[in-house]
């Protein structure tokens, strides 16, 4: 059986603080296990203080969380990054649920050192598959993705939000307020359609 391991850090805490950030961390997991809740072998759990994690049964679910957790923290205007890690492992030679159980145990340790390991870095994503060079692919798509992602500062963050909830630059104008052109500079400026390319690509990828 496939496991997939999501193990998610606070990364910058912004105006936040450590009283807080769990509750917004709950809320947060408490969202995507609704939606995915098919998807998990797992659910997300928090880890104090400021992390969490699951297991799935899909690569897709597992990246289509890391989009969902990300636009969820813009959503309710949170004022903190995460860094993820998704980490693959395939169970399949095991000859008892024991040593199937011991595998997955060894797996999460895996892929915390690997959470460790980013922590050290800039890189807010790191897939690591049992396909390297499928692994590499999405790690690069990820770098695009985290660039456009991070590009948006807290003025931007109601515009992304209208868009985000798949209204055209026509809407977003009338909402705010301001003329055609305007909005169409706003979505240009956002690159939004560059975000929705690059998220269809990393789940293009593993096709």
Not at 37 to 51: A, G
């Amino acid at each position: 059986m496939d496991h997939f391991i999501l193990i998610s850090a606070v990364r910058h805490l912004g105006s936040s603080n450590n009283e807080g950030i769990e509750n917004e961390l709950q809320n947060v997991i408490g969202v995507i296990n609704k939606i995915h809740k098919k998807n998990f072998i797992t659910s997300l759990d928090l880890v104090p203080p400021n992390e969490f994690q699951g297991i799935t049964n899909s690569l897709q679910a597992t990246l289509e969380m890391i989009f969902d957790i990300e636009e969820c923290i813009i959503e309710n205007n949170l004022d903190f990054k995460l860094k993820h890690v998704i980490y693959h492992d395939t169970i399949k030679s095991v000859q008892s649920k024991y040593t199937a159980y011991e595998r997955l145990g060894f797996s999460l340790i895996d892929a915390r050192q690997r959470l460790e390991s980013i922590k050290k870095t800039d890189s807010r994503f790191l897939i690591a598959t049992s396909d390297e060079k499928a692994s590499l692919h999405l790690n690069n798509l990820f770098l695009i993705y985290e660039d456009y992602l991070d590009s948006w500062k807290k003025g931007d963050v109601e515009y992304v939000k209208a868009f985000l909830n798949h209204m055209n630059y026509k809407e977003v104008a009338a909402l705010f307020n301001i003329n055609t052109s305007s909005g169409w500079r706003r979505e240009k400026s956002l690159k939004m359609k560059q975000y929705y390319t690059i998220k269809e690509m990393i789940l293009s990828a593993i096709e």
